[in-house]
T-cell receptor, first 111, second 111 residues
């Protein structure tokens, strides 16, 4: 069966510091991978998605970047965090049809 | 961009009652899906309805889709306290490899 791992679960970082969130999927190959962000009490905003290694689509211009160095690994990064980067970050994978399977999320607080 | 809009934003009912949530969207879609999110967790897929379907059932869940009105509804029958969560609709635009989520309905079931 497929599983998705996302870490860390919580993170507190100062403004201006770098960020690296990692997501890995097991038990599947060549999935679509997604990074979403959720503000408190709000819906999900799609940040990046990838349909294959090295293929990244950016949905919202911002202070973040994503990379897919391996088939089942998706990394969300920032060189310098802003206060507005705080939120709940969710990684997900899918096949066709586009049914998403989410990780448990990372709660990021930028102070 | 947010495609789906759920209504109401929050709903509080007594255990045993039925809960109905609505979703509207803007563009032509392949599928519409409903997800559930417990507080502080990732989303879990509940049900998918294709654009050529009008109604679908899964256990206590009933979903309808009206493509002429670009709207969907999720009915949870005989609600239980464990149904307390946020519920989101999500759509995939034709030709797109991504899901766009609404703002969600926060459902509270009172024992």
């Amino acid at each position: 069966s497929q599983t998705i791992h996302q870490w860390p679960a919580t993170l507190v970082q100062p403004v201006g510091s770098p960020l690296s969130l990692e997501c890995t999927v097991e038990g599947t190959s060549n999935p679509n991978l997604y990074w979403y962000r959720q503000a408190a009490g709000r819906g999900l905003q799609l940040l990046f998605y990838s349909v294959g290694i090295g293929q990244i689509s950016s949905e919202v211009p911002q202070n973040l970047s994503a990379s897919r160095p391996q088939d089942r690994q998706f990394i969300l990064s920032s060189k310098k965090l802003l206060l507005s980067d705080s939120g709940f970050y969710l990684c997900a994978w899918s096949y066709q049809p586009l049914t998403l399977h989410f990780g448990n999320g990372t709660r990021l607080t930028v102070t | 961009s947010q495609q789906g809009e759920e209504d109401p934003q929050a709903l509080s009912i007594q255990e045993g009652e039925n809960a109905t949530m609505n979703c509207s969207y803007k563009t032509s879609i392949n599928n519409l899906q409903w997800y559930r999110q417990n507080s502080g967790r990732g989303l879990v897929h509940l049900i998918l309805i294709r654009s050529n379907e009008r109604e679908k059932h899964s256990g206590r869940l009933r979903v309808t889709l009206d493509t002429s009105k670009k709207s969907s509804s999720l009915l949870i029958t005989a609600s239980r306290a464990a149904d307390t969560a946020s519920y989101f609709c999500a759509t995939d635009e034709q030709g797109a490899q991504k899901l766009v989520f609404g703002q969600g309905t926060r459902l509270t079931i009172n024992p």
